[in-house]
């Protein structure tokens, strides 16, 4: 290698400076450099959940407060969670192997009559970033897709999410049909979409309304946190 040459080898950065750059890169949506510094820090002995913690959920918490902030917008934001999903694809099944702590399960959804799914994406995605496991049914649910999956899959957390004003009002039509069941308390049920607000939220007995993905991974954490503590 020149002088001149300054291009950053990952394998040569301590610990402590390749989680810096890991954070750099994602928050740069690098997914190559992502998949090379976890393997590099899998070498070197790092549990799989250390390396997850780390190196890929602050990286993408940092991602979630200047996205919040309006500092990085979506296509970013999708760019850095795409290079999380892949060090996520080599962690996960040594993450299985090792019994890693789990946050909790989330069911999320588009609602019925609704097709938009990029909100949703970047929630099921930060979601996964945060150490949740995440069942995605997609766009166009009826309430008894989400109630089969929240019982199927054991899951802790109800997603929906709508864009428009028109399909708003069937997150109702769910929580209704859940309290129906007398299964509605089991579950934390998080709604959100440009149209909502937290009034809309309150009225149709959601437990939180949250206005984007970094809201929804604190809100989430913040209710599971809460039942861990009740249990």
């Not at 940092?62 to 309006?70: K, L, P, Q, W, Y």
């Not at 299985?96 to 999320?108: F, N």
Request: glycine share 10%.
């Amino acid at each position: 290698m020149s002088d001149e040459e300054d291009d950053i080898v990952l394998s040569e950065l301590s610990n402590e400076e390749l989680v810096q750059q890991m954070h750099d890169d994602l928050y740069d949506g690098l997914k190559d450099e992502i998949l090379e510094g976890v393997n590099i820090l899998l070498e070197r002995g790092w549990a799989p959940y250390k390396v997850l913690t780390e190196a890929l959920v602050e990286g993408m918490r940092i991602v979630g407060i200047d996205f919040r902030d309006g500092i990085l917008f979506v296509p970013e934001v999708l760019l850095a969670a795409n290079a999380m999903k892949a060090g996520m694809g080599i962690l996960k099944p040594l993450l299985a192997e090792t019994g890693a702590p789990k946050q909790g399960k989330m069911v999320i959804g588009t609602v019925k009559g609704d097709i938009h799914d990029i909100g949703k994406n970047l929630v099921s995605m930060m979601m996964e970033g945060a150490g949740f496991e995440v069942v995605d049914l997609g766009i166009n649910n009826p309430a008894e897709n989400y109630l089969e999956a929240l019982e199927k899959e054991d899951a802790d957390i109800l997603g929906m999410s709508a864009l428009l004003t028109t399909t708003m009002p069937y997150m109702k039509v769910v929580i209704d049909e859940l309290k129906a069941k007398g299964v509605r308390d089991n579950y934390v049920v998080l709604v959100g979409g440009a149209p909502l607000n937290e009034e809309f939220g309150k009225a149709i007995g959601a437990d939180a309304y949250c206005r984007d993905a970094a809201v929804a991974v604190e809100t989430a954490k913040e209710y599971m946190s809460q039942r861990m503590h009740n249990q």
